[in-house]
């Protein structure tokens, strides 16, 4: 009996630790060709059920700070379905033409790690306008910019926590959390 026990722990250990992959977006697939599960946006392996951080970087490779760019970068579609999210960062630097990121797609559960945005490079505009439903409690922070959420928030009974101190969150979306 303890052998068996020992060997279930360690299988429930090696899928917890797969769930919680993290994946930076690189946007370097062609141009037109924003999707979440094309691996090449997320430099080799694209998100899938419940991962860790979605961290969307300042994007420097030559295709991205290209004018025009000659690759996705900035513009992102989540086209996978049933994405569970612990976190989704935004720090991106001066993007598509001085704007940020622009998000947009299938509905994501977000975990209590909730939204952090940033950038060294001022007040950028950034949008998501794909759903989030809140799984947990969580704090937004946004941090020298601005980010426009125009898809649905729902939080259910989670409460959710707002500190754009150095920023600004503009909702053109309905948002329902717990207080």
């Keep these: 009996g303890f052998a068996l026990a020992c060997a279930v722990g360690a299988l429930a250990l090696t899928a917890t630790s797969a769930a919680a992959a993290n994946f930076t977006w690189t946007g370097a697939a062609a141009v037109g060709t924003p ?5 090449t946006n997320w ?3 694209a998100p899938s059920g419940p991962v860790g951080t979605l961290d969307f970087p300042k994007l420097t ?13 900035y513009t992102s579609n989540n086209d996978v379905t049933g994405l569970n999210v612990n976190a989704i960062t935004l720090d991106d630097g001066a993007g598509n033409n001085g704007s ?8 994501v559960t977000l975990g209590a ?4 945005a940033s950038t060294a490079s001022g007040n950028l505009l950034s949008y998501i306008r794909t759903p989030l439903t809140l799984s947990a409690p969580q704090t937004w922070s946004i941090d020298d910019r601005e980010v426009e959420l125009d898809g649905a928030v ?26």
């Design 43 to 45: 430099g080799g392996a």
């Design 113 to 116: 790690g909730g939204l952090a």
């Design 100 to 107: 940020g990121y622009y998000i947009t797609g299938n509905p």
């Design 61 to 73: 490779s030559a295709a991205c700070t290209a004018v025009p760019p000659t690759a996705t970068c």
């Design 154 to 179: 729902d939080g259910g009974s989670h409460a959710l926590t707002i500190d754009s101190a150095a920023g600004q969150l503009d909702i053109g979306a309905d948002v329902e959390a717990g207080t």
């Design 35 to 39: 999707a979440w599960s094309n691996a």
